[in-house]
Structures are given as C-alpha cells and as structure tokens.
C-alpha cells in the first residue's frame, strides 16, 4: 500500500470512531431527557409540557 492509501485508511478509521462518539452521546442525551420528562409528567398528566 502507498502512503496515500494508508492515510485515507486511518482517516476513514478515525471518521467512523469519531461518528459513533457523536452518535453515542446524542443518544444518552436523549435517553436522559426522556427519563426527565417522564419523572415531570408522573405527577400531573393534564400538564401541557407533558402532551409532547
């Protein structure tokens, strides 16, 4: 392999490592804003935040 494949090799690597990073921390960000939300609207269900 050349340098330039090898470079494009680790630079697809490091894109793909750095994408799932991202993708992991939107996720738990959204996994604890649901677990927010539910504990809010446990206690009044008639709360207009709660409908969305």
Known sequence: ???F???L???GVVLV???AI???NIYSQS????QRKR???RESIS???CIF
């Open 39 to 41: 504990f809010f609207c």
């Open 47 to 49: 709360n207009p935040y």
């Open 9 to 11: 090799f680790l630079l």
């Open 22 to 24: 991202l993708t992991a």
């Open 31 to 34: 996994v604890k804003e649901i």
């Open 1 to 3: 392999m050349t340098n």
């Open 17 to 19: 490592y750095f994408g």
């Open 5 to 7: 494949a090898i470079e």
